[in-house]
């Protein structure tokens, strides 16, 4: 039992929304407290004897948001659990509970700018203010935690969730790109959503592309490094393996291991590798695709 939950604990994970979009995560956070708050009006929570029962929670509710706020930034900064691409599901449980954390101490010292000053000076207001803030917050921060839940579920089953909501192939927005090649009178033009993958053959790379009558290969003399280059302002378009790159958005599929992984494309019955090297990396660019 303590091996499988060492084993989930220690699972790649997104980081936290709060955590990797501070602004619009603590937003949330502080308006999800404020309508928890004016709608539900706990017993803990009352009004002071200049503001409103409104007032009030809107100012506690601000107030433990910036703090919130320096505390995130604080977090990233220093890189206090890491680089947001290590991120596991004990820094993801940590991270909420430093959260909550800040938003009791918050509630704490923000009481002695809203209410009276001398009756907060005691142990009970202190525990009380923590005990609320884990009451309020937990539930939101928990929810928009959850949504990443799929990323717990074997590799394959998550990605075939994401696949149905990818953008699609092309549109009105794409720029068609064009590739060149190190044979003067040779280019290679096609929209992103086209590509399926490019692998790599001595001086020449194979390019396989989507087209109404199926997969075609097309084939320019240019090394693959030269073209991941020339693709590098597109961020589905990765380098997988010294020989590959794939569209993130055709990948339906991943198998292997820490030793290296196997892609199902779509369309493509090849499996294209991922190399051992990369495969932190790719990881890291698949969930923010997948985000």
Same mark, same amino acid.
């Given at each position: 039992?303590?091996?499988?939950?060492?084993?989930?604990?220690?699972?790649?994970?997104?980081?936290?929304?709060?955590?990797?979009?501070?602004?619009?995560?603590?937003?949330?956070?502080?308006?999800?407290?404020?309508?928890?708050?004016?709608?539900?009006?706990?017993?803990?929570?009352?009004?002071? @004897?200049?503001?409103?029962?409104?007032?009030?929670?809107?100012?506690?509710?601000? /107030?433990?948001?910036?703090?919130?706020?320096?505390?995130?930034? &604080?977090?990233? @900064?220093?890189?206090?659990?890491?680089?947001?691409?290590?991120?596991?599901?004990?820094?993801?449980?940590?991270?909420?509970?430093?959260?909550?954390?800040?938003?009791? /101490?918050?509630?704490?010292?923000?009481?002695?700018?809203?209410?009276?000053?001398?009756?907060?000076?005691?142990?009970?207001?202190?525990?009380?203010?923590?005990?609320?803030?884990?009451?309020?917050?937990?539930?939101?921060?928990?929810?928009?935690?959850?949504?990443?839940?799929?990323?717990?579920?074997? =590799? @394959?089953?998550?990605?075939?969730?994401?696949?149905?909501?990818?953008?699609?192939?092309?549109?009105?927005?794409? #720029?068609?790109?064009?590739?060149? +090649?190190? &044979?003067?009178?040779?280019?290679?033009?096609?929209?992103?959503? #086209?590509?399926?993958?490019?692998?790599?053959?001595?001086?020449?790379?194979?390019?396989?592309?989507?087209?109404?009558? @199926?997969?075609?290969?097309?084939?320019?003399?240019? +090394?693959? +490094?030269?073209?991941?280059?020339?693709?590098?302002?597109?961020?589905?378009?990765?380098?997988? =393996?010294?020989?590959?790159?794939?569209?993130?958005?055709?990948?339906?599929?991943?198998?292997?291991?820490?030793?290296?992984?196997?892609?199902?494309?779509?369309?493509?019955?090849? #499996?294209?590798?991922?190399?051992?090297?990369?495969?932190?990396?790719?990881?890291? #660019?698949?969930?923010?695709?997948?985000?």
């Amino acid at each position: 039992m303590s091996s499988k939950l060492n084993s989930v604990l220690k699972k790649r994970y997104p980081s936290h929304y709060v955590i990797r979009r501070p602004y619009t995560g603590v937003a949330i956070l502080a308006l999800s407290n404020f309508g928890f708050l004016a709608l539900y009006k706990p017993t803990m929570a009352h009004q002071t @004897g200049e503001l409103s029962y409104g007032l009030t929670m809107a100012a506690y509710s601000l /107030l433990s948001a910036a703090f919130v706020l320096f505390l995130v930034k &604080l977090i990233k @900064g220093f890189k206090l659990l890491g680089d947001d691409g290590e991120w596991t599901v004990l820094k993801e449980i940590i991270a909420i509970f430093i959260i909550l954390a800040g938003m009791g /101490l918050a509630i704490y010292l923000a009481g002695f700018i809203i209410e009276d000053p001398a009756q907060r000076w005691n142990w009970h207001t202190f525990f009380d203010s923590f005990k609320n803030s884990f009451l309020i917050g937990i539930i939101p921060l928990l929810l928009i935690s959850l949504i990443n839940f799929r990323y717990l579920l074997p =590799h @394959g089953d998550w990605i075939e969730q994401n696949i149905n909501n990818k953008i699609p192939e092309h549109d009105s927005a794409d #720029q068609l790109i064009h590739i060149k +090649s190190k &044979l003067k009178k040779e280019a290679l033009s096609f929209f992103p959503g #086209q590509l399926v993958y490019i692998a790599s053959d001595g001086n020449y790379s194979d390019f396989y592309l989507e087209t109404d009558a @199926g997969i075609k290969k097309m084939t320019i003399r240019n +090394s693959i +490094s030269n073209i991941e280059d020339q693709l590098s302002e597109i961020s589905f378009l990765v380098r997988t =393996h010294r020989a590959f790159i794939v569209n993130l958005k055709k990948v339906i599929r991943k198998e292997g291991n820490a030793l290296g992984y196997r892609l199902t494309l779509e369309g493509i019955k090849f #499996q294209v590798p991922v190399s051992r090297q990369k495969i932190r990396e790719f990881d890291q #660019q698949l969930i923010e695709f997948l985000n």
